[in-house]
Nanobody
Framework: QVQLVESGGGLVQTGGSLRLSCAAS????????MGWFRQAPGKEREFVAA????????YYVDSVKGRCTISRDNAKNTVYLQMNSLKPEDTAVYYC??????????????????WGQGTLVTVSS
């Protein structure tokens, strides 16, 4: 079965960095785009970044452009989110997700059908 397991969250001060990892299993990883989403307390889940199966296509939400880098290692079945210059408003549970179709590349959560359990990122001011 498909499994996505995030790690790397934690408590960091404003301006700090974290690298989130998402280990995938149960499917042909290099056939699917992957995405990172986040959900802050009291807010809806929002898109953060997406990467195509080959890594050739990447897309970020405007609020993280220049501060975050999504990448993947298809040999390790892992997708990463490097986050720099963190701000208190980045505090959220971060989820990785897999698109429902191998040809999909999307920022819309409706196009993702498998989700990890999430990892909490807390940025203190």
């Amino acid at each position: 079965q498909v499994q996505l397991v995030e790690s790397g969250g934690g408590l960091v001060q404003t301006g700090g960095s974290l690298r989130l990892s998402c280990a995938a299993s149960g499917f042909t990883f290099n056939s699917y785009s992957m995405g990172w989403f986040r959900q802050a307390p009291g807010k809806e889940r929002e898109f953060v970044a997406a990467i195509s199966w080959s890594g050739a296509r990447i897309y970020y939400v405007d609020s993280v452009k220049g501060r975050c880098t999504i990448s993947r290692d298809n040999a390790k079945n892992t997708v990463y989110l490097q986050m720099n210059s963190l701000k208190p408003e980045d505090t959220a549970v971060y989820y990785c997700a897999r698109t429902s179709s191998p040809i999909s590349f999307s920022s819309n959560s409706r196009n993702y059908n498998y989700w990890g359990q999430g990892t909490l990122v807390t940025v203190s001011s």
